[in-house]
Each structure stands twice: as structure tokens, then as C-alpha cells.
């Protein structure tokens, strides 16, 4: 599956720099997999940033396309939020450029991975705030964030009980987006989504899952049609999928999503974003 990007490289990073919001708008840029920008109120959030290649042991890239820019490149960002320790979500090349290169960003991850990370985040551990399932941060005027525990493919705590994986509910100004990371539908997940709501925008995982790759020791997610039941289920305003497309062995169609969006809920937005594309969500 070869991606082909709307914006790349400096075009991508002007977009990110010049695209305007107002006080009922927030811009997207999705960068593949489940790597998002969020930008609101002139501050920039990124979240689960893969911007270096991903190499297996045999030492072959494991990814069907380029990172957009590297980590170090010249672009602006004020967050980064990593939901689990995998390295589509957590890629430590990654995350020490973007540490050594951008002095003033501020890292947060899931309380419960903590340990197993310590080594790579050493020398900028000051700038790493743990996050916990239930907890609430203010981060920037009028931008705030609650972390909500998502079981992929099962909950996974640390021997305190703080939760592995994670997923972001954004409050930006009066709207809410939830980027859920990895994760499976479960009654939980639906309860405390909607507990965290009402969600105006929401990003879900549909690579699913399957025995030849649970073989492997691949982890998966929601299916197409479970995700856009899951949609349903909390009721968010507009969908849009991730984590279909770049690692190898590990994708799915996103227009089997559409299908299932427009056949059980016509009346639900939801759009396919091509990587890189500005998207300007309004509320």
C-alpha cells in the first residue's frame, strides 16, 4: 500500500504554521497510522509521532511509506502525547529528536509505561509527565485533556493500577475530540468515552484483528464495522479512522469503514483523510 501525501516536508510544515483556527475550530493533519496534529488557539499537539523509519531486526524498513519530516526538522509543536509503548505509537528515535530538538516541548505519556521507558527518555525526564486512566490536565489557554484507560487488546496496568494504554479526550475551547490510540469496543470503553463526552470528533483504530496475526504477536484493534459501531455507540459527531496503513502486514481498507458508516448511521460524518491533508474541523 503505497501512500501518496497531500502535503509533505515543507509544504506540510507551512500548513501546520499558517492554517488559521477560531474559537469554534480545530485543524487536523494526519501523518499515518495513529499519528495526528491538533492545532488550536495558535498551540500545536501531536500525538503518537512516528518521523523516523522503523526498521525490523533483519534491519528492512518496516513501514510502506516515509515519515512526512524528520523529528529534528524546523516545525512548530508545544505537546506530544504517546498512547501505549509500541513503536507506532511510543518510537524512541523519534521522540529523542523531537526532545533535543525542540527544547520547549513537553511529553506525555501513560503513567503505567513509565519504567519500561526510562532509559530512552533519561536526559529529558524533567519535560516527561506521566498520565494516568480518570486524570485531567490543563495544558494551554482554554486547552485541556482527560486520559481514558482502552483495552488493546485487553486493560493492561502496572502493579499500582495505572493503565498502559491510553486515550486522549481533547477539550479545545467547546470542542472535544477523542483520539483513542489502540484500542477494542468494550462497555467500559463506551461508558467512560461517554462520561468523558459529549465527543465532537473522534479518531478509532479499524485495522482489527485475526488469528495469523495474533500469531505473530501483533495486537489488534476494532474492526471496521465494530469501530463504526462504536461511533455509534458514543454518539461523536464526526469519525475519522486511523491505524490502517502503515506498518506492513498490519493494514486494512478504510473503505470497508465507509461502508459500514453509510449503511447503519448515513447520518454521521466521517472523512478519510489522506496523510497530510488539512482538515478544519468546526464546531
Known amino acids: ?43 500545536i499537539i501531536l500525538i503518537d509521532p512516528v518521523l523516523e523509519p522503523i526498521y525490523g531486526t533483519d534491519g528492512v524498513c518496516r513501514t510502506h511509506f516515509e515519515p512526512p519530516f524528520s523529528a529534528d526538522a524546523n516545525f512548530s509543536v508545544d505537546a506530544v ?4 509503548n509500541h513503536l507506532d505509537h511510543f518510537q524512541p528515535d523519534t521522540i529523542c529528536k523531537l526532545a533535543a530538538s525542540h527544547p520547549n516541548v513537553k511529553f506525555f505519556v501513560p503513567t503505567g509505561i513509565l519504567d519500561e521507558i526510562q532509559e530512552c527518555i ?18 494551554f489557554q482554554n486547552i485541556s485533556v482527560t486520559a481514558v484507560a482502552v483495552p488493546h487488546d485487553v486493560y493492561r496496568a502496572d502493579a499500582n493500577g495505572n493503565e498502559k494504554a491510553l486515550g486522549y479526550v481533547f477539550y479545545m475551547g467547546d470542542i472535544t475530540i477523542l483520539h483513542c490510540g489502540d484500542a477494542v469496543a468494550t462497555d467500559r470503553l463506551v461508558t467512560d468515552v461517554c462520561k468523558a463526552g459529549p465527543i465532537h470528533l473522534a479518531f478509532l483504530p479499524i485495522n482489527g484483528r485475526d488469528w495469523v496475526r495474533e500469531s505473530r504477536d501483533i495486537i489488534g484493534n476494532m474492526t471496521p464495522q465494530e469501530a463504526a459501531l462504536f461511533a455509534k455507540e458514543i454518539d461523536c459527531t464526526t469519525v475519522i479512522p486511523t491505524h490502517y496503513d502503515m506498518m506492513c502486514g498490519n493494514e486494512e481498507n478504510p473503505l470497508l469503514f465507509a461502508y459500514y458508516m453509510e449503511h447503519t448511521q448515513p447520518n454521521r460524518a466521517w472523512h478519510i483523510l489522506r496523510n497530510g491533508e488539512p482538515y478544519l474541523y468546526t464546531y
Open 1 to 43: 500500500m503505497n501512500q501518496n501525501w497531500f502535503y509533505r516536508g515543507n509544504a506540510l510544515i507551512h500548513s501546520l504554521s499558517e492554517q488559521e483556527t477560531t474559537s469554534h475550530s480545530v485543524a487536523v493533519w494526519r501523518i499515518g497510522q495513529c499519528g495526528v496534529f491538533l492545532k488550536y488557539n495558535g498551540k
Open 81 to 84: 502525547f504517546c498512547t501505549h
Open 122 to 139: 533519561a536526559s529529558f525526564a524533567d519535560r516527561v509527565t506521566g498520565i494516568r486512566q480518570g486524570q485531567q490536565l490543563e495544558l
